[in-house]
Structures are given as C-alpha cells and as structure tokens.
T-cell receptor, first 114, second 114 residues
C-alpha cells in the first residue's frame, strides 16, 4: 500500500505570493490533517478534513486554507506569504480521524519564503 | 493551558546503550498519549499510542510508559542503534473527538554515536 504522498517536496516563494500544497492520503483513509513544523514552535495543527468537510481548525490566520476532494486528496493554500510562513508542512491521514487512531504522515513540503 | 514538555532537549549516547526520554503534560481532559519518531527531513512515524487505562506499551526496542496520575510518560530505547538517531515527539490528545486536539511536544533530539 502506498503511503501518504505530498507534493511538491520543496518550494521557494517570495513574500506576497501564494502557494498550494497537495496531499494524497493512504488509500481508504478519509481523514486528512495538516500541520506546520518550525524549529521554534515544533508541530502545530492547521486543520483537519473528513469527507470533504473541514472538521477542525487550529489557531492560524485566514491566509491558511484548505480543501478536500471526493477522492480524499487534499490541498492547502497559503495566500500573501510572509517570511514567518517558512516551515515544513506535513499532512497526515487516518481512516476516520478518530481519537486514538494512528496517524500516517507524509514526508512534507519544505516551504521557503524569501 | 494545555502543554506538553519534553526532556532532555537533546541527548547523545553510544551505540548499544539504553536511554530514557521524558514527557510531562498538563492536558485535561486526557484521551491518549503518542510517541513518534521523526528522521531528519521526513514525516513522523508512530511508535506507540496509549490510552488512559494503559500504563505500558512496547514496539520492538521501544517501550513507552504512562502514569496518568502524575501526567508523565517515558520512552525507553533498549540497545540503541545508529538508526535510532532522530527526534522523538510526545503528543497528547484531549477529548476532542478528532485529530484536531493533538498537542505536540517540541521533541528530544537523540544522536547515537558509534
């Protein structure tokens, strides 16, 4: 079974631009969640999608948005990029997103904002 | 405020030695506690998940313990190998009903030297 796939692997953007990251979950998984990881803050939850609906959202500004398609693939978008958005963006999938379910992470997209 | 604190921040040990990583949390109410291993440039990989009623769980050379009364957990690594060099992240979930209620520690960076 293929794991969680994130594309692109690396991305360089300049301030003010927007970016779209993609995540393909493990086949059969319907919950996809997104996280931002920085050296200073560690991993922080962005949002979770289940059956094309955003089920939970972390404490990030509205510039961060996402969506999920009917095949469970998900995208996240960051508009008006700031230098502080430079981070590793990880997505994870699980069967239903239940409390004690195991999360499977992708390798992430490393975003650098110049 | 829900928090997860890990210690030490970093650790260097010799190959073949044992080590123990610590995790203290103030998350309430408590649902489950997870340990993840994250290799540099990769996404985290689940090692163990423990609910309130479990006080120990093993995964090969990794053994996690949980004391829900003192809100402490430890991850013990036996007979360390060079491939154990990674960051180890403790994650605690409250009763949020979804993956959106995960609180991440900042991790312990373990280096295993030959």
């Amino acid at each position: 079974k293929a794991g969680v796939t994130q594309t692109p692997r690396y991305l360089i953007k300049t301030r003010g631009q927007q970016v779209t990251l993609s995540c393909s979950p493990i086949s059969g998984h319907r919950s996809v969640s997104w996280y931002q990881q920085t050296p200073g803050q560690g991993l922080q939850f962005l949002f979770e999608y289940f059956s094309e609906t955003q089920r939970n959202k972390g404490n990030f500004p509205g510039r961060f948005s996402g969506r999920q398609f009917s095949n469970s693939r998900s995208e996240m978008n960051v508009s008006t990029l700031e230098l502080g958005d430079s981070a590793l963006y990880l997505c994870a999938s699980s069967l239903t997103g239940g409390e004690a379910e195991k999360l499977f992470f992708g390798s992430g997209t490393q975003l650098s904002v110049l | 405020k829900n928090q997860v604190e890990q210690s030490p921040q970093s650790l260097i040990i010799l190959e073949g030695k044992n080590c123990t990583l610590q995790c203290n949390y103030t998350v309430s109410p408590f649902s489950n506690l997870r340990w993840y291993k994250q290799d540099t440039g990769r996404g985290p990989v689940s090692l163990t998940i423990m609910t309130f009623s479990e006080n120990t769980k093993s995964n090969g050379r990794y053994t996690a313990t949980l004391d829900a009364d003192t809100k402490q957990s430890s991850l013990h690594i036996t007979a360390s190998q060079l491939s154990d060099s990674a960051s180890y992240i403790c994650v605690v979930s409250d009763y949020g009903g979804s993956q959106g209620n995960l609180i991440f520690g900042k991790g312990t960076k373990l280096s295993v030297k030959p």
